[in-house]
């Protein structure tokens, strides 16, 4: 049996844009449409896929109007909790594009990539060692021009994100990890530019399981 963490934010908790749109709280598609069950039941038996998404999650840093959103904080609690872990499928970075944080997009892959480095120095893997890592770059946040509301928390967030996969791939390289870049398999939905609608976890389901199969 391979262990696999999926650690990341709203998209990886699942959170469904269509059932969310005028609703008093985030809505979260089923377990088996969201990208880690599409991932558990494409992998198969011989494979867990442990869900670790939270809403707002950051790379590094510390949100002063959410608390609890710090990834680094969380990261190695999370993988002593599970370990023995075969993989761990890192995807943050979306929520470090707000404008409360005035981050450029280098500087949010260096929080994605110090991520990578706790896992890599870590002995959560099997006989004590670390994991292996497949460091996914966050999907392009939509055009947000009409939603208005969005925008102002997302200030320039389209832009930067579409400047991330550059930055992502070349920390995986330096860091020898795995690396997908999900802008070129998802979109994101128009109904709130930044998640992601029940296709496109299938698809990026499917890309992690071939990174995952193929390493």
Known sequence: MKNILCFGDSNTWGYDPVASTGAPFPARHAAPIRWTGVLQSRLGPGYRVLEEGLNGRTTVFEDPLEEGRNGKTYLLPCLGSHQPLDWVVLMLGTNDLKGRFHLPPA???????????????????????????????????????????????????????????????????????????????????????????ASEHAKLAEAIATCLQLA
């Open 107 to 197: 500087d949010i892959a260096e929080g994605a990539a110090r991520l990578v480095q706790i896992i890599q120095s870590s002995s959560a893997g099997p006989g004590n060692k670390a994991p292996r890592v497949l460091l996914v770059c966050p999907p392009t946040v939509t055009d947000l021009q009409h939603l208005p509301g969005i925008r102002a928390k997302f200030e320039g967030a389209t832009e930067k994100s579409r400047q991330l996969p550059a930055f992502y791939e070349a920390w995986a390289e330096r860091l020898g990890c795995h690396y997908l870049n999900s802008q070129n398999v998802v979109q994101t939905s128009l109904l709130d530019g930044l998640h992601l609608e």
